[in-house]
């Protein structure tokens, strides 16, 4: 079972499981009697799921209830992202539909909020006639006001950020949840200058989380029932965090401790790392505990070091390619690794691209997320460099590292046929409600059959056959 090629911008190898916990909309119901009636569609990474989580919390103390229902809604929020020239387009597709909603309902408000609000700001509003409001990231607790400016008859904008928040007291309203597994956020913002990332321009500064709320948070997920917590950041290995009198400091090792020990039965799991910032003490704590998974998501972007360097990673193949050894001698060789890959930066040769390839034998990825290069504006790379490869070549190259990733996530789910595997269920498979699906450590997803089992079982699998994209396997018992 191949999954569905996208289109040739965003083109991964992810099952139709793990394609929908990305890229889609978010919403759910909450029918508590309040007045008005919230629905939020995100767009983007995990950090902007997690946070139409906590946009949902806010707006739930203000009066609004979440529908999954547009129709039904009072207020529509696009939670939207702004990595790639396409992803802003299907925001702005999405918003002339929205405008044909409100057409016969005057009294919508629409806002803008992510990314796109951050990065648009206020021309938002004249360049999108149909929005009302247009908040950024670090603006969502402004939001109950700058509604009730709205329905007063202005438009509203806060796109400050700023170099503290963290929303670390919000309790999240987890939005579409499968009960099982949820992302907490650690930190918010980036401080690396990646030059083709519009990133640090619409999230800030970057800034770690309090770590007691972070483990308090995961601990009350537990108590509600749920097995896995994944933290999210879009450096974690440079969470650093140190109580206001100094006394406490905490790395994201620590950290990684600390949300392993609430509970031997709940699963831990982070991304993104940093190849620059990712370090053995990290791995040696991974190694320590059963329940960190063995999965780790390490954006290469580029396996040549001119690019590299043009791109700001601060780190060259060897150095990455060294990285790696490191995964592989103290996790071993069966620890996941995905990529994410840009094909046809600017002034990349068709020699480098070839190192892009060789770097993916030499790794032998379980995953990638694949793009082709899209310049945005303001960064580094539009202000410095000249997009030059054209589509067409663009194009080329990233279908050649999209055949070689389908190769290699074969060969490593060849890999784990044979043998038996803890599997965490997350419900039934698309295709079946005979069978279950769920994940095993290293991130895979693995359909069984469903025989006395249910969501949230951790089930020992004997993986007897695979495809590009899953495990299949039968329960040990
Ligand atoms: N913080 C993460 C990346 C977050 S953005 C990291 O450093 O790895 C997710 C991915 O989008 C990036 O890893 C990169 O592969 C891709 N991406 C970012 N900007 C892009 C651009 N301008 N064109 C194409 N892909 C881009
Ligand atoms: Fe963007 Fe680089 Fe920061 Fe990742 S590390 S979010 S790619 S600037
Ligand atoms: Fe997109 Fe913003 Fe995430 S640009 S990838 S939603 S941080």
């Known amino acids: 079972m191949h999954a569905p090629i996208l289109d ?20 759910a119901d909450s029918n508590t009697g309040r007045q008005r009636k919230l629905y939020i569609e995100s767009y983007g990474c995990q950090m902007n799921f997690s946070d139409s989580e906590i946009v949902s919390s806010i707006l739930f103390e203000a009066g609004f209830d979440t529908t999954s229902e547009v129709n039904s809604a009072d207020l529509v929020l696009l939670n939207t992202c702004s990595i790639r020239e396409k992803a802003e387009q299907t925001v702005r597709n999405r918003l002339v539909q929205l405008n044909h909603l409100k057409k016969k309902k005057p009294n919508l408000v629409i806002g803008v909020l992510g990314c796109m609000a951050e ?37 509203a904008v806060n796109v400050l950020l700023s170099r503290e928040e963290t929303y670390a007291d919000i309790n999240p309203i987890r939005l579409n949840s499968n009960g099982v597994s949820a992302f907490v956020s650690i930190m918010r913002g980036c401080d690396n200058m990646c030059s083709f990332c519009v990133v ?77 910032d990712i370090t053995d003490e990290v791995l040696y704590t991974m190694k320590k505990y059963d329940n960190i998974c063995n999965y780790i998501h390490l954006p290469a ?19 990455y390619m060294e990285r790696v050894d490191s995964i592989r001698r103290i996790l071993g060789e069966e620890c996941g690794i995905s990529t994410d890959m840009i094909a046809g930066f600017c002034s990349e040769t068709e020699e480098e691209h070839q190192d892009t390839l060789s770097l993916m034998d030499y790794v032998q990825y379980d995953l ?26 663009k194009k080329r190259r990233l279908e050649e590292i999209i055949d070689k990733q389908r190769q290699y996530s074969l060969v490593r789910n060849q890999l784990a046929v ?55 396997g039968e329960p040990v018992l």
């Not at 498979?429 to 994940?439: F, I, P, Q, T, V």
């Open 418 to 472: 044979g043998k038996v595997h803890r599997v965490l269920v997350e419900g039934f498979s698309k295709r079946s409600d005979e069978m279950l699906s769920g994940r095993n450590d290293q991130n895979k997803v693995v359909i069984f059959p469903r025989m006395h089992f249910k969501k949230g079982d951790y089930v020992d699998v004997l993986v007897t056959d695979c495809s590009v994209g899953t495990l299949f």
């Open 368 to 393: 990638a997320y694949m793009f082709f290069y899209s310049e945005r504006p303001g960064t580094l790379a539009a202000r410095k460099l000249e997009d030059d490869i054209p589509l067409e070549t």
């Open 200 to 276: 640090p321009f619409t999230r800030g500064r970057e800034r770690s989380r309090d770590a007691h709320s972070i483990a308090r948070e995961a601990q009350a997920l537990v108590e509600q029932g749920y097995k896995e917590v994944t933290l999210l950041g879009q450096n974690v290995d440079s969470y650093k965090w140190a109580s206001e009198d100094g006394s406490e400091k905490v790395n994201f090792a620590q950290l990684l401790e600390m949300v392993a020990l609430i509970s031997p039965d709940l699963r831990v799991r982070f991304s993104t790392s940093h190849p620059k």
């Open 119 to 155: 990065r648009l700001k206020k021309n938002l509003l004249e360049e999108e006639k149909m929005v009302d409001l247009v908040v950024g990231p670090d603006a969502y607790r402004d939001l109950p006001s700058l509604i009730n400016e709205v329905d007063e008859g202005q438009k």
């Open 301 to 319: 972007q580029s396996g040549n070091s001119r690019v590299l360097k043009l791109m700001n990673r601060t780190y060259d193949r060897e150095w």
């Open 8 to 27: 040739l911008d965003f083109i991964d190898n992810r099952t139709p499981e793990q394609a929908a916990s990305c890229d889609t909309k978010v919403t």
